[in-house]
Every structure is written in C-alpha cells, then in structure tokens.
C-alpha cells in the first residue's frame, strides 16, 4: 500500500502513519502481517526526535544559563530579569512562526539557540559596561555611555547575522527558507529588546 500525503509537519506526518497501521492492523486477515517499508516515515521519525531533543536541551539549558549570570552578576534579580527579558525574543519568534503556520523543526528551532544565545553575550557587556560606569556616574550618564560604547559592537554582530539570515529566506527550498525567516525575526527581537527594554530595567534598578 503506497500512501501519499499534503506536505505536513513531521509529528503530524508520523502519527498518521501510526494511525494507520494501528487501524490496518485491526481488518487485516490472521494470516496477514502489516510491516512498513523504509521510507520517509522513518526520516520523519528521526526528525521529530531531533527537534523533541533540541527543544528538551533548550529548556535544560536555562538553569546553567541562570547560573552562569549569577556567578558573574552575584545578584539573582539580574540573572533573572536578563533570562526573562532574552526568553522573550524566543517567545516572540514562536508566536510568529503560529501566526504564520510555520512548523518547528529540527532546523527552525536552531534559531531561537541562536538568538538566545546571541542575546544573552549581548546582555553580559551592557551589564558589565554599565556597572563600570555607573561607579563614575549618574543612572542616565552610565546609561547613555553604555549605549555609546557597545551600540555598534552589538548592533553590528546582530546585523550580519540578520542579513546573512536573509539570503537563506530567498532560498527556494522552504526548510531553509524558514530558517531565515525565522533567524530573522529571533534576531531582530532580540536586538530590539536589548536596546529597549533592558535600559528601562537598568534605570528602575538603579533608581531603586
């Protein structure tokens, strides 16, 4: 039996396939075995396990994260208000990847260890250039040099990869198009929320 499917995710695609054996297996003669060939359900298979593991190794990497800025930061509020804050260009990228029915992957989810990743090392030198500063001078003069000194540095690194991103969007080949998409709009989110939303934390703290 040949079964020929619309393009799907893999979950989708995998447990289709196990639906139908389940239910093959319930009509079919005594003396008849159901047994499927290799093909692309197992490549599938394969992929769903790799994504479940990427997404599993991206959740358990929060806590070493975690500890990493605590260690460095020896404050628990800053560690978890740059978690959070970082997070949530991940959380954007996959509200946007629902919105536009893009299907995580193996390789689409790449993209938010990218941006988190990215993210994060951005965090830890605005951080740390603006306690430098700040033992010098006011909240908003500490503020405004952090800025000035790792604006381009930051803003640079975050570019290249948004524009390198952008030549595997045009590619016509949609796992690797999604990637760029997707790289894309983590990337973007979390150049915007460093730029943004982190200097309204780091001047409440300080005003605190």
């Not at 991103?165 to 983590?186: C, E, H, K, Q």
Request: glycine share 4%.
């Amino acid at each position: 039996m040949f079964i020929r499917t619309k393009d799907m995710p893999s979950e989708e695609y995998v447990a289709l396939i196990n639906e139908i054996v389940s239910e093959s297996e319930k009509i079919k003669p005594k003396a008849y075995k159901i047994n499927l060939l290799e093909g692309i359900h197992e490549y599938m298979a394969k992929e769903n396990q790799i994504k479940e593991s990427l997404i599993y190794s991206y959740i358990s990497s929060i806590c070493p994260i975690f500890l990493m800025l605590f260690i460095l930061f020896r404050s628990v509020t800053v560690s978890l208000v740059l978690v959070i804050i970082n997070a949530a260009a991940v959380a954007m990228m996959l509200g946007f990847t629902g919105y536009m029915g893009i299907s995580l992957n193996s390789i689409t989810v790449l993209a938010g260890s990218l941006a988190f990743g990215v993210a994060v090392d951005d965090s830890i030198h605005l951080i740390n250039q603006f306690q430098i500063y700040r033992s010098k001078m006011s909240v908003e003069e500490a503020i405004k040099g952090t800025y000035e000194t790792k604006n381009r540095a930051i803003i640079g690194t975050s570019l290249l990869i948004i524009f390198t991103a952008i030549f595997f969007w045009m590619i016509d080949f949609t796992p690797i198009s999604n990637f760029g998409l997707v790289t894309v709009v983590s990337m973007s989110s979390a150049l915007l929320l460093n730029l943004f939303v982190l200097p309204f934390y780091l001047r409440y703290s300080s005003l605190k």
